[in-house]
């Protein structure tokens, strides 16, 4: 199979999105209360790290630009190509998420107008990398209207599950308060899911290569990745994390002042989920063991080798039913950060071209 | 996987020169991009010479910037090129810059590995043993092998000789030695070619212009067919010429010949053959009429699994067709050394032409003379004796004795009455025959020398490697081409050296001989040879310098009866030579059907094992050239082909690896599952399995055809038989 | 005006790869990179086949999504009609890569740009170019010359033959199959 683009690539998508959704995650929260500093610290400063890194790699996968970087100038000659759009709006995008980081650090105020603009560039951001594919008339995979939705509803997740996973460490009592917001973020990879239905369904009916990706995915040999990796840790687990939280959440404004023996005990099961979280994580690498795939498998891997790390932190940090929430949280969150590498490595490398001849 | 492969890499120790060779085959990248510069603008020079890629030795245009080979192109005035150049020519010329290269001559320790030598060492200990030999056993001891090329056919068989020996042979008993010994016996010459330019219809019988490829007869096929000419292909295989075929006869491999004599049984039956040519310029059509009378279209039908009614048509077509419609003469194909039959399947095909009376006739089976250089001054060249009668004659009487069968050699090393051999541009061990057979027996012999540019397996089973440089960086004696105009070819030099230890052959022969103590013959140079040559017949050594290519004599006529060198000075149905040879073992002077020496049982899950050629590829020289293995790779060409059919009842898909064995070899191999190949058989190209590590290009990719093709000789003639192979297939599970 | 095409005639291609060699040592590509790729399709079963080589290159379309992708205007179709790469402005980004449809862009490992077949624009002796696949050609399967021209070789064959795009209506290539 002959891939064009390559995890470097997916990296970059994935970082895009990562940046758009956490820079609307610390915008949203400073709508919904400026008081919540550092849950927004925590997003601006994962929005522009994010970004960073993917420029890097962006222009680290463009070899030839790379070798010499004043080329980069001509990014700004073809306003046909999405990749021009693009060049602008993480030119903007970018200023705005370094602006509004820099005034969060030295504790100014971010005009409301400021973090309007950014969350309309974030939008722009992740849809933009969803549209870069979409007009790849190539690739029947790519070439669909419902991607640049998918990548964007992606993004928020992803960019949620980023903001709030680290904020478990050093803001949780800020995430306290952040209950709807976080239920939201439980409630994207249920989109997620259905979009993602809705475009292997509709590309699978379009023409034959768009056939033969879908199978691959759901059958082929990425089916591994997609199911295990993408669906089950990417999606479902951060369901199940939500949905879990919900009501252990519910429960204990209940049982508040009841026994505390019943926190050790989901603490346990908490400890178990997030053990299954690694366990199929690292086997979704194992099976996945397919050459085509072997490097989703690795980052799969390390990601989830991330999600390992930090549950284990999480449960040390927390105590009590609180933590045990907080390591369910962080497990979906995890679990989305994964999905949200895996759904644009997968549509990468799986995509199968156009057969024209007949 | 590959036992044989594994248990051979057993090589080189020492000189930093031989480590170097190992290195590795690919071209750098760096070397790649220091040429890129050529890419653009002028400042290049051309140099006219010949291709070296296969026997066809085209004329090709170099072009050489900064010393440096940037491309090639055809010769416009060459007759087999024609100003283009096919895929192997182009890459083939890589080989100058292969890392693989033989860079300094070479002697095997008793390890098995190679140690650099001089070269003056290793011309002496090579003379020491070579009057050793002379001197106890005498000089029917010592044999040449090689792949002809202008250099060898004239230094190799005037080394030989002048050593005393007569035994000079060539790859032919692999190629086509039953078809030109066949052909021999009915019409006197070695070839004809059909004139497929004017043809109405044209039948080829295993032979591909697109897959064996010579660039000037795929041309004029292509433009033949769009002006009507009608192609049919008789071939187990639907080859890469399908594009011009209007009809392919999936033929059961084998039984070309009881196809041919089935149509001659229509022609003979219909009264459809030529009576007036038969009367005049034929003996014993009476004799083989009768016989052809059991040879039924009913009875073809059963052999070769082509409906009767479909033969029956196919002549009729052919005896409307007259002598427009000619059977095409094949070259190695599916009768120059497949079956315990190709001698009477070569003969059948010259019959038919003669029925259709389409000898020397438009659109028909043309006798092209070939232009030679006379007698040169004595003085300069002197003539080498006769020796005595080359081994192999005597056993196999019907052969073509120009290039004679180099089995011979086997069988005597085995029986141990050879005890030297030389190989020049020859992988004899790897394709000519059995390649176990070939080991077993050179390692009876005293003294084995391979000339080459690379390190073949041939060469490691060799104790002295003389390096030569490669085609580009060497003039050779003149080429003289046959056809419908004569013509003479030169190879000339088109870069300097580049390893300064490597050596032209003629400088090589030259040094040899006088090591041997036969120097005398050889005080000349090639070019003083290639001038003497040209003057004698008339051509400037500078004329053909500048053009590569100059034509020589009148242009062939029709219509003029064919000088049939025949006993009997006409064409023979019924062949008089081999009435009057005594002791034949299989042929009998009437063109009769014999059968297969084997035959697949499908209850047995037997197939056929069949090869064939690719166009990329030259036998197995070229499978070292990295232009040419990147294609091998990239379109898996060296892939086993199954009938889609069989490969469903083996629960095979394109592309899993299945087992390939017999008694001989098992090899793995990737499956190419086609609705193009006849279930009996099984296809494979028969340039891979490369065993040589130092070929790194090659080494291990596919599997070796010859492997699995038992030590056998055609009776009487003297071919390899390289398809009578029974394989079974399975899948390899994973 | 004058518009450059070619016609490549399946039904004279033995697949015999001598395009692709020619066309490599025109250009110095290394062995394993090849402007002309080739694709099989086999129909038809036993004993009734047909088999096609096609070989594939830049189709130098009109319509180019290459060009229209590229972010750095680096791909350009000339005032002749051939698809260009400005290696200059190349920032190796493979979006016309992605963009191809028939997947005939590469990238030079050495220095990251991309590149592909210009029909030998620049041709050595600088006149009108005859590109080494056609020079090589062993059947004479391909032509090269002016779209615009009624008269050249290229446009009478395309008519005699109705050869067409090898998928009409994608790209407006300038490259015409006749199969």
Redesign the interface.
Known sequence: MNVIWGSIIAWYLFLAGLAAGAFATAALVSFKNRKLVKVQLVGRTIALLALAIGLFLLMFDAEAGFKNPLRFFYLLTNFGSVMTWGTLILGVFGCVCLVTLLLALLKKKVPRALDGLGIFMAICTAAYTGVLLGVIKTYPLWNTALLPVLFLVSALSAGMAGTFIISTFVAHKELEQLDMLKRLHFALPLVELALLAILLYMTASAAPAARLSVDRLISGDLAPSFWLGLVIIGLIIPLIAGGIGSLVKGGRRMEMREDAQVAPKSEAEAGSVAGVVAVVGSRAGAVAGSESDAEAVVEAKSVAGAVTESESRAEAVGSGALGATRVIDAAGDAGSLVGGFLLRYLIIVAAVPLTFIF | MNKQIVSRRTFLTGSAATAALMASGM?T?SS??S????????G?ETVATTCNACTNKCGVIA?VKDGRL?????NEAHPYSK?????R???Y??IAYSADRLTEPLKRNEDGSYSAISWEEAYREIGEKVKAILAKDGPEALAIVEDPRPNGKYYSKRFINALGSSNYYTHNATCNLSLSSGYQMTFGSANFSADIASSKLVVFIGRS???G?R?SS??T???AV?NGTKVVLVDPR?N?????ASQ?L?INPGTDLALLLAIAHVLVAEELYDKDFVAKQTTGFDEWAAELTKYTPEWAETLTGISAETITNLAKELGAAGSKGVIEQGWRGAFGCQYRNSFNAARAVAAVNALLGNWNKKGGALITSTPKAEALDEEKFPAVPKGPQKLGIAEYPLQNQDNGTNLIVVKKADEGTLKGVFFYNSNAAKAYANPQAWQDALAKMDLKVCIDVQMSETAHLCDYVLPECSYLEREEVPDFLGGKQGCVAGRFQALEKIHPETKTSDAIYAELAEACGVGAYFKFSCEELSRAQLKSVGVSYDELKEKGVVDIGEPFAYDKVPKWKTPSEKFEFVSQKIAETKGLKLYEPLIKWVEPKVSPDPGKGEFRLIGGKQ??HSHTMTTSV??????T???ALERAWI???KAAELGIEDGDEIEVSNELFTGIVRAHV????N?TAIWIPTHYGGSSPELTQGFGVGIPHMEYVPFDIEPDVGSAMTHEALVTVRKVSS | MTRYGMLIDTTRCVGCFACRVACQMQNSLPPHDSYIRYEELESGTYPDVYAEQIPLQCQHCEDAPCVSVCPTGASYINKEGIVLVDKERCIGCKYCMTACPYNARIQDHATGEVEKCRFCVWHDDGSVPKPSCVDTCVTNARIFGDLDDPESEISRAIIAHNAKPIAPGLTKAKIYYVR
């Not at chain 2, 100003?83 to 895929?87: I, K, Q, S």
């Not at chain 2, 990295?626 to 294609?631: D, G, K, P, T, W």
């Open positions: 071209v990248l790649w991009l040429s890129s510069a050529h890419a653009e603008g002028t290049y072009y940037w491309k090639l192109k055809g100003g283009t150049l096919c895929a020519g182009h890459g010329s890589q212009y697109g897959d490829l660039p795929v041309a096929l292509a433009k769009k639907l890469n010429s399908g594009v011009f392919w999936p166009s990329i990295e232009a040419l293995m990147s294609i790779r990239e379109y009938n889609a059919g086609t609705e193009r190949l279930p």
